[in-house]
């Protein structure tokens, strides 16, 4: 059973930066891709960043790009997200997840991974980060 255990949330000014890390556990060969969600009261849960287990290829929000970054260290068993200029809609509850779904690119030959919620079957409690203006 996969387990996610998320930490490093907090409340932040405007501009500045935050870490979040996830340790995970459990996992399987089929677990293939580890992604970041949030979720902000009254609206829908949303794909921030997912990265392949093995090959460590990233994808990321067009709200997020350049600005968060996604990595993983295979040999802690640790997902991390690195948030920069961080922005009052950044405010969430942020969640880990890891999931078994790939997509492949005939153009590029690569594996690659979406962060759409479907994709992911095992999930963290969450842990909160506030940005104020």
């Known amino acids: 059973q996969v387990q996610l255990v998320e930490s490093g949330g907090g409340l932040v000014q405007a501009g500045g930066s935050l870490s979040l890390s996830c340790i995970v556990s459990g996992l399987t060969f089929d677990d293939t891709a580890l992604a970041w969600f949030r979720q902000a009261p009254g609206k829908e849960r949303e794909g921030v960043s997912c990265?392949?287990?093995?090959?460590?290829?990233?994808t990321y929000a067009d709200s997020v790009k350049g600005r968060f970054i996604i990595s993983r260290d295979n040999a802690k068993n640790t997902l991390s997200l690195h948030m920069n200029d961080l922005k009052p809609e950044d405010t969430a509850m942020y969640y880990c997840?890891?999931?078994?779904?790939?997509?492949?690119?005939?153009?590029?030959?690569?594996?690659?991974?979406?962060?759409?919620?479907?994709?992911?079957?095992?999930w963290g409690q969450g842990t909160q980060v506030t940005v104020s203006s």
């Open positions: 997840a890891a999931g078994s779904k790939e997509y492949y690119s005939d153009d590029s030959g690569i594996y690659y991974c979406v962060a759409n919620p479907s994709d992911f079957s095992s």
């Open positions: 990265i392949t287990w093995r090959t460590g290829h990233t």
